[in-house]
């Protein structure tokens, strides 16, 4: 069982770039969200999604982009990369059963903006 | 939503109990208080949840006060793999279900 997969695990950009964050969970959950995390800071929520075809803002949501297509993927887009989103990125899924709402996430990439 | 506070820091012996507060005074009647830790670098992992009863799992305990306005987790025999940031979190249900926002945490060291 693989749980929460991110890839890249590591990524450099140049100012300017677009890329896309991959994320992909196998088991079967409602809920998936993006997360970015600077240093010394907590977890900041950037995008989230209920359910395939449903997504919405999270705290820091400019300058990315989401879909849901599926329940199992939730690509992250960077449309044009700045050096404010050198960060460290995590997604998380969770199944949507009432006030469960138990996160598992992945093993983050870390994105460098030059 | 609810906020919660807690200190930025704390240490504790090897073996020893480690009792991480958390104060979450704005909390409503049906808000869960859930807490996350993470290890240097890696995803954040759940450790536990509650919603006004104590609760206690392999990794755990979590004692809520009667009027539910702080909690505490409790790790019964720290070990150094515990070194960890731990984060208090009320999931916000002001909007939808599900989002769970993450503060500073505190920044637990286990010493030998």
């Known amino acids: 069982n693989a749980g929460v997969t991110q890839t890249p695990k590591f990524q450099v950009l140049k100012t300017g770039q677009s890329m896309t964050l991959q994320c992909a969970q196998d088991?079967?959950?409602?809920?998936m969200s993006w997360y970015r995390q600077d240093p010394g800071m907590g977890l900041r929520l950037i995008h989230y999604?209920?359910?395939?075809?449903?997504?919405d803002q999270g705290e820091v949501p400019n300058g990315y982009n989401v879909s849901r297509s599926t329940t199992e993927d939730f690509p992250l887009r960077l449309l044009s990369a700045a050096p404010s989103q050198t960060s460290v990125y995590f997604c998380?899924?969770?199944?949507?059963?009432?006030?469960?709402?138990?996160?598992?996430f992945g093993s983050g990439t870390q994105l460098s903006v030059l | 939503d609810a906020k919660t506070t807690q200190p930025p820091s704390m240490d504790c012996a090897e073996g020893r109990a480690a009792n991480l507060p958390c104060n979450h005074s704005?909390?409503?009647?049906?808000?869960?208080v859930y807490w996350y830790r993470q290890i240097h670098s890696q995803g954040p992992q759940y450790i536990i949840h509650?919603?006004?009863n104590n609760e206690t799992n392999e990794m755990a305990s979590l004692i809520i006060t009667e009027d539910r306005k702080s909690s505490t987790l409790i790790l019964p025999h720290a070990t150094l793999r515990d070194t960890a940031v731990y984060y208090c979190?009320?999931?916000?249900?002001?909007?939808?279900?599900?989002?769970?926002?993450f503060g500073r945490g505190t920044q637990l060291t286990v010493w030998p």
């Open positions: 704005t909390i409503s009647g049906n808000e869960y």
């Open positions: 088991m079967n959950h409602e809920y």
């Open positions: 999604s209920v359910g395939a075809g449903i997504t």
């Open positions: 509650g919603l006004k």
């Open positions: 979190i009320v999931p916000d249900r002001g909007s939808t279900l599900g989002r769970l926002y």
């Open positions: 998380a899924s969770s199944p949507l059963q009432g006030a469960n709402e138990k996160l598992f």
